[in-house]
Every structure is written in C-alpha cells, then in structure tokens.
C-alpha cells in the first residue's frame, strides 16, 4: 500500500473515529459550567496507603439502611458481611438488632408452597446469612412501582460508575472537524488513564455517587426539558428517574454527626466503594509489605551480583 493511500485510510479511520465520539455528545451532560464538572474528593481510601474510615461506613449504612432500601438492594452483598475486619465492622448484636424486623423469600413449605392462598409470597425472618436484597419481588415489579425505572443493585455500583476522560465535541455535521475531534477524544481518553495509573488514581466511582447526590437543583433550570423525571446537573443527559434522595437532615446520625446533604453523599459513596471492593484494606495492606520485600531482594540481588563478579573485567 502506498504512503498516499496509507494516509487517506488513516484520515478515514480518524473521520469514522470522531463521529462516534461526536454522534454521542447529545447523550452526555449538557453545558452547565462547574456544576456539571465531577471533582475529586478527598477520601480516607484514596492512595496507596488509604483505608476505609469505618466510622463513616457505619454512618453510611445508616442512609442505606433508612433511605436506600426503599428501592435498592445489595444483593453480592450478606448480612454477615458487615461483620467483617475493613468493612463497618458492626458487631453480630448489633447486626441482628438492624435485620430484626428485615424479612426474605422463604423456601417452599411442608406442602411445597411458595405463596399463600391470597397469592401473596411467603416470607420468613431473615438471617445474617442472607443476601442484601431490593424490596421488590422482581425487576418487572420494581419498574412497575418506579414508573417504568428499574431501581439498580449497589453492591457494585461504585465500579460501575466513573468520571470519563472526554475532549470538548464539535458536532458530526461538522465533518471537516471530525478527524480533530477524534484525535481530542481519544488522546484524552488515554492520557486521563494514564495519569490515573500514575497516581493510583480508583475513587472516580466514588467520586461520581458523591457528586450525583448533591447536584439536584431546588428547581430545573430554564430551558431544560427533562419530562416526568428529576434534573441532576452531572448525570448523562441530566434527566434521572430517581430524585433527589437524600436532603439536609435526611438521616439522624447515631454518632452524633451533623447530618447534612455533603456528609450524606460522602458517607453514601464511601460505603458503596466499600461494597464495591470490600477487601482494599487487606490488598493495600499486602501490597505495601510485598513492595517492600522486592526492595530488600532487588538490594540483596545487586550485593550478590557485585560479589560474585568482581574480579571479573567488564
């Protein structure tokens, strides 16, 4: 192939490239200057020694457990869980006190029923061995009480979420630009993963959550059309099914903290970080003692090394 047709491929590749980045700007956010803009948070798990603060996980679960349930489960999540060294770390007491008036499916009865005869599900008291599971029956359930939304599960949203590394859009109409904007798009792309893994960078879910819970405006903004659903300032196309959850004095903390929208939202975001990767405290932990035996063997490799070769002329 010669260097002219080499070039116009590539030049088509790039046009192809920056349609599809641009055929999605009208999906994402609209232009709402900083309020639209997620920012990292500071957080006691970011870095390389971080740890979750288990007294903002237990607070987090607070919220869940008084406002979150209502529509979300956890369900890769048990009881028991949060029992767990890393996690809120609550004690078996304290735990059945909180699922003492929690119910599940029970298994089929002595006659092999599932449902009582008004055809209503048979429940029975859950145990700490159960998973953490929606309110709903099933997802066509779920929809029907959320207006047609279906509520997602948490146990991984934290990983599920992130904040994208995008260039500015120029429209797919605007062709001659296309090429351009695919280079932005793409070498954005890579250069934001690039930086995170130089800096260790993992709370981009966390960071979203936190964000998505305090951009809920008092009122929609002029010239927003966002139907029978909520506006959010940093969600994609900023119409959501779900309104704003959580509010100042949303849940009266039990530790005494004031409880407020911002200590709401970063307490929600850190547990679902937790949930998310509930073993980050053991594999930083591990990490950390096995860089620094690579440190020591790397210097003990290099002494050996000295030794045995010097008397050698390199």
Request: proline fraction near 5%; charged fraction near 20%; aromatic fraction near 8%.
């Given at each position: 192939?010669s260097?002219?047709?080499t070039l ?9 490239l ?7 700007a009208?999906?994402?956010?609209g ?6 803009h997620v ?23 607070q919220?869940?457990?008084e406002?979150?349930?209502?529509c979300h489960?956890?369900?890769?999540l048990?009881w028991?869980?949060l029992?767990?060294?890393g ?5 078996k007491?304290e735990l059945e ?11 089929p ?16 008291k ?19 009480a ?13 990983k599920?979420?992130g904040?994208p590394?995008?260039?500015?859009n ?7 630009k296309?090429?351009?904007?695919g ?5 954005s792309w890579?250069?934001?993963?690039l930086?995170d893994?130089?800096t260790q ?6 960071d979203?959550?936190?964000?998505l ?8 903004p002029?010239g927003?059309?966002v ?11 900023n119409?959501?099914s779900?309104g704003a ?6 849940v009266e ?8 929208l911002?200590?709401?939202a970063?307490?929600?975001?850190a547990?679902?970080?937790?949930a ?5 405290n053991?594999?930083k932990?591990?990490g950390?003692k ?10 003990l490799?290099?002494?050996v ?9 390199h």
């Amino acid at each position: 192939m010669s260097v002219k047709n080499t070039l116009a491929s590539f030049a088509v590749a790039l046009t192809v490239l920056g349609g599809i980045g641009t055929a999605g700007a009208a999906q994402k956010t609209g232009d709402y200057g900083d309020k639209a803009h997620v920012e990292r948070q500071s957080w006691s798990f970011s870095g390389l020694l971080g740890s979750y603060d288990k007294a903002q996980l237990k607070r987090g679960f607070q919220v869940y457990n008084e406002v979150c349930t209502a529509c979300h489960g956890m369900n890769l999540l048990s009881w028991r869980n949060l029992m767990e060294e890393g996690g809120p770390e609550f004690t078996k007491a304290e735990l059945e006190a909180i699922i003492a008036d929690k119910e599940v499916p029970a298994d089929p009865n002595d006659e092999g029923l599932t449902h009582g005869d008004d055809g209503s599900r048979l429940m029975r008291k859950a145990f700490l061995t159960d998973r953490i599971l929606a309110p709903y029956a099933n997802d066509k359930a779920a929809m029907a009480a959320n207006g047609g939304a279906l509520p997602p599960d948490l146990s991984v949203m934290a990983k599920a979420r992130g904040i994208p590394h995008v260039a500015g859009n120029a429209g797919p109409s605007v062709w001659y630009k296309a090429p351009f904007v695919g280079l932005m798009e793409y070498g954005s792309w890579i250069a934001g993963t690039l930086r995170d893994i130089g800096t260790q960078y993992q709370e981009a879910g966390a960071d979203y959550i936190y964000a998505l819970m305090v951009s809920y405006p008092e009122e929609t903004p002029a010239g927003a059309d966002v139907g029978d659903r909520s506006f959010n300032y940093v969600f994609p196309g900023n119409a959501i099914s779900m309104g704003a959850p959580i509010a100042d004095e949303a849940v009266e903390y039990a530790d005494g903290t004031k409880p407020t929208l911002d200590q709401h939202a970063r307490d929600i975001a850190a547990l679902m970080m937790w949930a998310a990767e509930p073993h980050l405290n053991a594999r930083k932990s591990l990490g950390l003692k096995v860089l620094i035996y690579l440190i020591i063997l790397s210097g003990l490799m290099y002494a050996v090394k000295r030794t045995i070769w010097a008397g050698v002329k390199h």
